[in-house]
């Protein structure tokens, strides 16, 4: 997996950068990667997943971003050491004000996070990794109230730790995810109890 041991600058700071250096009102995939150069799959999946980690990401935002970042996950799962997308991807634009908004609202965390990363031993293989991801992707694509910002979370560790071959944040993100996925269990499962009982009570 490529990820460069001693990173010169972190990732929070060339997020921040692409507001200022990229021209237009839109910026593209392809414009992420030029600016955050070669991070493999660490960098694509933080790319997909830090929408979903603030409280309000959008109608239907969660679905269209976590699709592909299950895509990229599956591509690691099976071996591949780089990140594969269509072109259409790369293509795909946002409004530069929206992710200026979305990195307002992260780069607090993102920059708590890179000061305590830092190269480790990894502990889990990369094919695990990506499998799980996988798992953590289709999840945040449901549309479960409450449930997508724990997932995000947990995923956008995993890509940190990928990216500065960090294994126990890979470790920890991992072991956020399976509590995020225990969360998101017990909000369907709460969701159902209290429609069943508001169908009893109106029959």
Aim: glycine residues 8%; positive net charge.
């Amino acid at each position: 997996m490529t990820a460069s041991a001693q990173s010169p600058e972190r990732v929070s700071a060339r997020l921040q950068a692409l507001t200022v250096n990229t021209l237009g009102e839109r910026i593209s995939v392809a414009d992420v990667a030029a600016t955050l150069g070669d991070r493999g799959f660490g960098l694509m999946l933080l790319l997909l997943t830090l929408p979903n980690a603030i409280p309000v990401p959008g109608p239907g935002l969660s679905a269209i971003l976590a699709l592909p970042a299950a895509l990229l996950a599956a591509q690691m799962a099976v071996g591949l050491q780089q990140p594969r997308l269509p072109q259409a991807l790369h293509r795909w634009s946002f409004p530069r004000s929206r992710l200026a908004a979305i990195l307002a609202y992260a780069q607090p965390s993102l920059e708590r996070l890179e000061r305590w990363l830092r190269p480790r031993r990894p502990v889990a293989g990369d094919r695990l990794v990506g499998g799980i991801c996988v798992v953590l992707a289709l999840v945040l694509a449901l549309p479960i109230p409450f449930g997508n910002a724990p997932v995000a979370w947990a995923l956008i560790l995993i890509a940190l730790g990928v990216i500065e071959r960090d294994g126990l944040a890979t470790l920890l993100g991992m072991a956020a995810g399976g509590a995020a996925v225990a969360w998101n269990i017990l909000l369907v499962t709460a969701g159902h109890e209290v429609f069943t009982l508001v169908v009893r009570l109106t029959d």
